[in-house]
Nanobody, 116 residues
């Protein structure tokens, strides 16, 4: 059974930092892309960042220069370092692991709240 467990969310003031982690277990396929989406209050889920295997990361324009995605394939973990956080970054953050030729696995979501 595949399980993705997110951690590192919480409450932070504007300009602060958080590091999200997402640890996967039970995945037997080779993972191609890992990444993060977020869903702000009352809005639709939106792309934040992704990191294909052996490639550079991709970011939504609003987080470029502030967020950094990384992965540890030995530990099946993806990270999202978030610096200089802004109130508009407040959202429920979801991680995903996308295997080659398969269906993506998703985390349950973790709350990030940035106060002004």
């Amino acid at each position: 059974q595949v399980q993705l467990v997110e951690s590192g969310g919480g409450f932070v003031q504007t300009g602060g930092s958080l590091r999200l982690s997402c640890a996967a277990s039970g995945i037997i396929e080779t993972i191609n892309v890992v990444g993060w989406y977020r869903q702000p209050p009352g809005e639709q889920r939106e792309f934040v960042a992704s990191l294909p295997l052996l490639s550079d990361g991709f970011y939504v324009d609003s987080v470029k220069g502030r967020f950094t995605i990384s992965r540890d394939d030995a530990e099946n973990t993806v990270y999202l370092q978030m610096n200089n956080l802004k109130p508009e970054d407040t959202a429920l953050y979801y991680c995903y692991f996308d295997p080659y030729g398969g269906t993506a696995y998703w985390g349950q979501g973790i709350q990030v709240t940035v106060s002004s």
